[in-house]
């Protein structure tokens, strides 16, 4: 760290040195213009300054991942909180806060060069759904363990310091590049000497990076012992190996579940959901893809300051399953409440609650409408007793979809018909439905009908012309016109 900033101070007094004297040495007389000396003495000032703004200290504004979580919110889970910071030899951290994520941290953030700062905690609202209770408190018992003494004491040191060596090298960057897009001419000689300043801080970060990771690693080792002494190996272990496929399935869910209804502006019961989400096929695939031999041996990221999750398993053979089970998220008390409040921080818009049976009706079908209204078009004069099967009627219905080759138009054409279909359902009366990362299904006379796998059944020639016409006519749909969504 001494070394970068004598770097640092160096180039900034080297680079306005220089360019002073070249100024200075300027004869008026005889220079008139942007001449090259002038244009030198100017760029080395340019790149003092500009290595001086990236190594200034800043203040450290936080910025809070959500609400503020209080005793009088979730008395459990404050009751864990305080008994693992006088477990863990730490302070209890002065605020709280709900995030939207599946992670928790121990920091402290605020004030000036760790002046003024205070201890924070931050706690997934997915993370108390997806861990049981040992397993959480062994997560927030190594979060507790990044404010240990020894090598866990430099870690917010590194921190600052790296962010002012990457500071400097991408401020550099990005000054050369933008005089680079306008092109060279005049501004060549500056391109040059920042090309040439950075070159050494660029060479610095990578071996900062180099030596600093020893450090990194050993305060996640550190942490881990940690949480395995206080809570138990067993539960740290199956917390880590829960996280990360954790992380993929809830980003899959709010893709797929979540996202679609908050775009409506409607705020579906989240927990619940990724608790459903978790138990189907494609839940389990995401949680079972995580801790297999193949994803412990991944390679890591040479700047990662975590270990491989292979070798902080491998830290703990033979660990004893957790003893509490129970859901963590059970610790929070009111669900639906902490759930409203944390979407409404995060999107700062106005939120109607909706029951997930309900979404089908208010979020899906519209979206399929508005498919169909993109299709009119392909759609025009259709009727599903008169749904194209050829190929090359296809093509032709489909041109404005189809933006690949042929083999992309029975996708194109199962997604379109199916929309049209469902609507054309919906329409005569019949009641959508869907569960959980499951396909919309509509309620007609006894029968629960996927229409988007009925038209693909039928296209690929599972469903002969003759059967989909009887089945389209005793459903009532037949000569309804799919292009009317």
């Known amino acids: 760290m001494a070394l970068f900033y004598a770097l640092a101070i160096g180039a900034i ?19 008139h213009g942007p001449t090259l000396r002038w244009l030198l003495g100017i760029s080395c000032v340019i790149v003092g300054g500009v290595i001086a703004w990236s190594i200034m200290p800043r203040p450290d504004r936080f910025q809070p991942p959500g609400p503020e979580l209080t005793a009088a919110d979730a008395p459990a889970l404050f009751a864990e909180i305080q008994r693992l910071a006088q477990q863990t030899g730490q ?12 992670n928790a941290f121990v920091a402290r953030r605020g004030g000036f060069m760790g002046f003024g700062s205070r201890r924070v905690m931050g706690i997934g609202l997915p993370l108390l759904a997806l861990l049981g209770v040992d397993e959480l408190r062994a997560v927030l018992a190594h979060e507790h363990g990044h404010g240990s003494r020894g090598e866990v004491a430099l870690g917010p040191w590194i921190y600052r310091a790296r962010g002012a060596v990457f500071r400097s090298v991408d401020r550099l ?28 801080f660029h060479w610095f970060a990578l071996g900062f990076t180099r030596m600093t990771q020893p450090i990194s690693e050993a305060q996640e080792r550190t942490a881990d012992a940690l949480a395995a002494r206080v809570v138990g190996p067993g539960a740290l ?9 954790g992380t993929r399935a809830f980003r899959a869910y709010v893709d797929t579940e979540v996202t679609p209804a908050l775009d409506r502006g409607l705020r579906p019961p989240i927990v619940a959901g990724f608790l459903a989400f978790l138990a189907t096929d494609q839940g389990r695939g995401a949680l079972e893809a995580g801790p297999d031999e193949a994803r412990a041996h991944e390679p890591v990221d040479p700047h990662d300051a975590h270990p491989s999750l292979r070798e902080r398993i491998s830290a703990f053979p033979d660990a004893a399953p957790p003893a509490d089970r129970r859901p963590a998220i059970e610790l929070l008390g009111d669900i639906a409440g902490h759930e409203a409040r944390l979407l409404d921080a995060l999107y700062k818009r106005e939120l109607h609650a909706i029951a997930w049976p309900d979404v ?3 979020v899906h079908v519209p979206q399929m409408r508005d498919e169909v209204e993109r299709a009119r078009a392909s759609l025009a004069d259709l009727t599903p007793a008169t749904l194209p099967r050829d190929p090359v009627a296809l093509l032709a219905r489909l041109r404005d979809e189809v933006r690949g080759e042929a083999s992309a138009c029975v996708a194109a054409a199962e997604r379109i018909f199916g929309a049209a279909l469902l609507i054309a359902l919906v ?15 509509v309620r007609v006379a006894d029968e629960d009908v996927d229409p988007f796998a009925q038209v693909r059944r039928y296209l690929i020639g599972e469903i002969e ?6 089945w389209v006519t005793r459903l009532g749909i037949a000569d309804t016109r799919l292009d009317r969504g």
């Open 465 to 470: 012309p003759d059967a989909w016409l009887a």
């Open 360 to 362: 089908a009706a208010r």
């Open 91 to 102: 302070a209890a951290p002065a605020r709280v806060y709900l995030s939207g994520k599946v």
């Open 427 to 441: 329409d005569a009366g019949g009641a959508p439905t869907r569960e959980i990362a499951q396909a919309v299904v």
């Open 173 to 200: 960057g990005r000054v050369g590049n933008t005089f680079a897009s306008e092109g060279e001419g005049r501004l060549g000689v500056l391109i040059k000497v920042l090309a040439v300043v950075r070159a050494p």
């Open 237 to 245: 272990v199956e917390g880590l190996q829960k996280v990360g496929p």
């Open 13 to 31: 007094v080297g680079c306005v040195g220089l360019g002073g004297y070249v100024l200075d040495g300027l004869d008026a007389a005889q220079d």
